[in-house]
């Protein structure tokens, strides 16, 4: 089906939105760096404190991003921001309310996904998008944007724990399915990502699983 836009004009909204939003993208990759940090950090605070970062990436992205730059060109924008400002609520609620998501540090492939996930999503993703493909300020950037963010926090949710982790995770992967897209109809490579960071959750969930059936067993 074709999208109601060009690559032209998708890109333009990157580039009006950056300039709109300056010096924001900044103070997200702060947070970013803070969020990791926290992971180390066993502060009785530290859960409640990334849930509140992740929230906010998603609540700026769904109005700034999806409401106010992205509907003049696509009216599904409205559908898609009160997804990302409803995954924020969650975030909010589930965690830094209630406090049902825990963090931490985990060993073994795991681990390793979920590295893979927020260095591609923080590092990564910008850089092919400033040096391949389309300069800044049509660059999409971490903490800002709707691809890198959901990467992040598909990373971050495979370091966390919570009753029931698809709650969490299914408004993050359906925007990998919504936005992936992006891969192959725009031509924009690191949304290939997106896809990877669907499977990756996946698969780190069920290794998530399989370790907790192990330790029930024991």
């Keep these: 089906m074709p999208l109601p836009f060009t690559r032209a004009e998708f890109l333009h909204v ?3 939105y950056n300039g709109a939003i300056w010096p924001l993208q900044i103070i997200a990759a702060a947070l970013g760096l803070l969020a990791v940090g926290l992971l180390f950090s ?16 998603w609540a700026v992205t769904g109005a700034g991003y999806h409401w ?6 696509n009216r599904a924008a409205y559908l898609f921001g009160t997804l990302f400002i409803l995954m924020a609520a969650v975030l909010l609620v589930e965690g830094t309310v209630r406090n ?14 979920a590295a893979l996930l927020i260095a591609y999503s923080f590092a990564v993703y910008p850089l092919i998008g400033l040096l391949v493909t389309h300069p800044y300020p049509e660059t999409p950037l971490f ?30 992967l359906v925007w990998s399915l919504i ?12 949304d290939w990502g997106l896809l990877a960071a669907a499977a990756a959750w996946i698969i780190g969930a069920a290794v998530a699983s399989g370790e907790r059936s192990e330790r ?3």
């Design 14 to 16: 990157f580039a009006v």
């Design 42 to 57: 066993r502060s009785a605070r530290t859960d409640r404190a990334v849930s509140a970062i992740l929230s906010f990436f």
């Design 68 to 73: 106010m730059s992205f509907t003049p060109v």
């Design 100 to 113: 049902r998501i825990r963090f931490g540090t985990v060993s073994g492939a795991r681990a390793w996904i």
């Design 143 to 172: 903490g800002v944007t709707p691809c890198p963010t959901t990467i992040f926090t598909l990373g971050i949710l495979l370091l966390g724990r919570h009753p029931n982790p698809l709650v969490l995770a299914v408004i993050p």
């Design 179 to 190: 936005g992936g897209s992006a891969a192959i109809l725009l031509a924009i490579p690191q």
């Design 216 to 218: 029930r067993v024991v």
